[in-house]
């Protein structure tokens, strides 16, 4: 593989400790190499891991630090290896940017559970020269060209940025788990990833009920295409529907009881974990004696995310999103912490200035 000694100046925002917030920061990308795409970045979703990585919450950053996995941009240039995209194509990147493309997973497509480990968009190491990823709070980025998608003429730029995170992290197991018409599927939690399985399941032909703790959602789920809604804390609802569903996409973002969710599930049934990121409580283990499966779900491999590209732009579907500067990052993540965003906060990188 040829490497290119030039380099590409390049202006985002990034954390320099815990505690700096987000700030102006130029840097440098790579030269391309002969199988790499420089894009010209124009939106870049919002996603709560943003958030935790750029404040430590995990306790593994490195700074400075250049959130952003949810990115969509047009190609500005190609490596000479390149045949797939072409200068000026519609595209986006999602959480990763490389994989060893060798092991048993990448070749069955599941890039994203590599054996020797995928390169996450940013906080990674690069595969070839070591250096740390950084990601799509910038100007432009370069990427190897088998893990940039392709952007649909039917999607809007600025709606496709969140489907590269909570769009394939919601998608991926409603199919793996073969949603379909006949399906039954209750989705716990209405936030970025919650509203998007509920769109997905509904366009899937599944009967889709919104778990939540309050009435205060109900509007809400069935304007974005809920059957039903459940109120788990109203113990009669919740023995009512014991037994009733074929799946229980949890999308709750915090530590949490999921014993609850278990009683809902038929024999057989999944209550699959994709918002939570954190020790569980302790679970009696004869809540799974009816073969329920507690498992959780993890983005999914590039064909699968461009599967779900294609998908959004046949069916119309998109996210609810709330436009913001670049400059309003720090308030954005401010407001994420409060819930107060529907659904989804996305940087018009046009203001980056």
């Known amino acids: 593989m040829t490497q290119a000694t030039n380099e590409y100046p390049v202006t985002g925002y990034a954390a320099t400790s815990p505690d700096s917030g987000m700030a102006p920061f130029d840097f440098t990308r790579r030269g391309l190499r002969d199988d790499d795409v420089l894009i010209d970045i124009t939106h870049c979703g919002i996603c709560h891991s943003d958030l935790h990585t750029a404040r ?113 992290t919601t998608y991926s197991p409603l199919r793996n788990w073969k949603v379909g018409p006949g399906s039954k599927v209750a989705v716990a939690g209405l936030g970025g990833l919650g509203h998007m399985g509920v769109k997905f399941a509904a366009a899937m032909g599944a009967e889709v009920t919104v778990l939540s703790r309050t009435e205060s959602k109900r509007e809400d789920a069935a304007a974005l295409g809920a059957h039903d809604f459940l109120i788990t804390t109203d113990k009669d ?32 049934g999944a209550q699959v974990l994709v918002g939570m990121i954190d020790m569980m409580p302790e679970l009696h283990t004869g809540l799974l004696l009816g073969r329920k499966i507690l498992t959780g779900s993890g983005i999914g491999g590039i064909e699968e995310t461009q599967e779900m590209l294609d998908f959004c732009a046949e069916k119309g579907i998109t996210p609810e999103i709330e436009m913001i500067r670049m400059d309003e990052v720090n308030e954005a993540y401010d407001r994420m912490e409060e819930s107060d965003v529907k659904y989804r906060f996305v940087i018009d990188m046009e203001t980056l200035g």
């Open 56 to 168: 430590n919450d995990w306790g593994r950053t490195t700074y400075p630090i250049v959130p952003g996995h949810e990115i969509t941009g047009t190609v500005a240039a190609v490596g000479e290896a390149v045949t797939r995209h072409q200068v000026g194509d519609r595209v986006a990147i999602g959480c990763m940017v490389d994989s060893c493309k060798q092991c048993d997973h990448c070749k069955q497509g599941l890039e994203q559970y590599c054996k020797n480990g995928m390169v996450g968009t940013y906080g990674g190491t690069d595969r070839h020269d070591g250096s740390k990823t950084q990601g799509g709070y910038s100007n432009r980025i370069v990427c190897r060209d088998e893990f940039v998608l392709k952007v649909p003429a039917a999607l809007d730029m600025a709606d496709a940025a969140p489907l590269l995170c909570a769009g394939i």
């Open 237 to 268: 609802a919740m023995k009512a529907k014991s037994g009733y569903f074929d799946m229980v996409l949890n999308t709750i973002p915090v530590r949490h009881n999921v014993a609850p969710y278990l009683h809902l599930l038929k024999v057989d």
